[in-house]
């Protein structure tokens, strides 16, 4: 049997699946025991979670119909894009070091007179490539049993231990930007927290120690209490000039590493 196509659905029935799945999701269900009960493809049941786990319970219903920024128009839209992916806010007198949907907002409606929502905007730019970072979809595609088995037996300590410690936690990922301004290859660091809030910023060239690092510092200079990332592994994250900076500032930052190779290099 196919799997149901949700856009032949009414917007109501719609929402009626997306909580089903989400409470199957809860009460233990695989990926593919949900998708057959509820009829969805396992991709389907999949992008739900995921949008839920990013956005909260506001991902449950439809995403606002037309108006998601397409009124910038191409040409506005690509200068847009190229001034957040070539620069950090505070190259462009907004005030922070990495980028949120709030401040693209405001980037916004400062080059354009137009207002958007964060919401609206943040579906601009997902469009644009800025989207919440993935590590554990990773993990899952490079082993879904070690994945299961760390969200099952692993996730529940390290999110106790972090509201034992009053921390922040949050999940990190470094990916490549498709249709770099100019060109140029950028990748975009990216730290989304358990309530869909994220943070972000490109660069060029390979992720290296100090890179990574800068990239870490920029991340503690916009938080107010210490932050838990949980991380896909790659050797640069483990090496001795990162783990020796964390170690100076354990109080501020802990990077938790998801199941998999920490000897794999940045892509590209």
Not at 77 to 93: D, K, N, Y
Request: net charge positive; hydrophobic share 45%.
């Amino acid at each position: 049997m196919n799997p149901i196509d949700m856009r032949s659905l009414s917007a109501a029935e719609r929402r009626r699946r997306r909580v089903r799945v989400m409470a199957l999701r809860a009460a233990g269900g695989s990926l593919a025991a949900i998708a057959a009960q509820t009829g969805l493809s396992r991709t389907g049941v999949f992008d739900i979670c995921k949008r839920v786990a990013a956005q909260g319970a506001k991902a449950l219903d439809d995403a606002p119909p037309a108006a998601r920024g397409g009124r910038l128009g191409p040409a506005r839209a690509a200068v847009l894009r190229a001034l957040i992916a070539g620069h950090t806010p505070e190259q462009l007198s907004l005030p922070a070091r990495l980028w949120t949907h709030a401040l693209a907002a405001r980037l916004i409606e400062q080059r354009t007179g137009l207002r958007l929502s964060v919401r609206n905007t943040a579906l601009t730019l997902a469009r644009w490539g800025f989207v919440p970072p993935r590590p554990l979809a990773k993990a899952r595609l490079r082993s879904p049993t070690a994945a299961a088995r760390w969200l099952a037996d692993d996730y529940p300590a390290v999110l106790a231990r972090a509201r034992s410690e009053g921390a922040e936690i949050g999940w990190l990922d470094e990916s490549r930007l498709q249709e770099p301004p100019r060109g140029e290859a950028r990748t975009v660091f990216s730290t989304v927290d358990n309530r869909g809030r994220m943070r972000w910023s490109t660069f060029a060239g390979s992720l290296d120690a100090a890179t990574f690092i800068e990239l870490l510092r920029r991340r503690l200079h916009q938080a107010d209490r210490k932050i838990v990332l949980i991380l896909d592994p790659l050797r640069v994250h483990r090496s001795a000039r990162v783990r020796a900076w964390l170690g100076e500032h354990e109080d501020e930052i802990e990077l938790v590493h998801l199941p998999g190779r920490a000897d794999r290099s940045f892509p590209g």
